[in-house]
């Protein structure tokens, strides 16, 4: 089979989506737990809640949500420790870190890249076209709604932990329909 070049920009689009997808699951599983055991995950989750609830921090759209987007290994610090918190320490090859390289961060060129946007009142995220105010960055909706309640009738802490352990290869969204879908 020949291989493509947008071939590879999917599979690292789903890939991309797939993280973002398990880190607001991690968030909702561990967010309001209260057994003492699980401190230490719900105090990352809380830690990890900032990022989407406060994206923006400074003057720059969204450089709060690039932070964590940009961790990595070869960059230690709360970023990193926050997402290997939620990915395990060892973490599969196709997991993508930085989730966004410093080009789809718009770090090489400021007028090129993703412009990211949160979007509260939706379970499905996606890329839309620039703008004329942004005329050369595709938007980059990530859903974060509130958490259903959780049940069997939305989604259970099984579904969550479920979704937030997949590490299935050609798997990129979760078939639970209220876990976000970061790109569909």
């Keep these: 089979m020949k291989s493509y070049h947008s071939v590879s920009f999917i599979r690292r689009l789903y890939q991309q989506a797939k993280q973002i997808s398990q880190i607001i699951a991690y968030i909702w599983r ?15 989750a809380n830690e990890l809640k900032v990022y989407f609830t406060k994206p923006t921090t400074g003057n720059e759209v969204g450089d ?30 196709q997991y993508i870190f930085p989730i966004f390289d410093k080009f789809e961060l718009g770090e090489i060129n400021t007028k090129l890249g993703y412009l990211f946007h949160i ?13 004329l ?7 980059f909706e990530i859903p974060y709604p509130p958490r259903p ?36």
Excluded at 119 to 131: E, R, W, Y
């Design 133 to 139: 105010n942004n005329p050369c960055l595709l938007m």
């Design 64 to 93: 709060n949500l690039k932070k964590l987007f940009r961790a990595s290994p070869q960059c230690p610090g709360k970023e990193w420790d926050l997402l290997k918190a939620v990915f395990g320490p060892n973490i599969n090859e």
């Design 119 to 131: 979007n509260i009142n939706s379970f499905n995220g996606v890329i839309k076209d620039p703008t």
């Design 149 to 184: 309640l959780i049940g069997n009738t939305t989604v259970t802490k099984e579904d969550l932990e479920d979704w937030i352990a997949n590490r299935e290869e050609d798997t990129y969204f979760s078939e639970n329909p209220y876990i976000p879908a970061t790109c569909s």
């Design 30 to 44: 561990w967010d309001d737990e209260e057994r003492p055991e699980n401190a230490e995950q719900k105090n990352t």
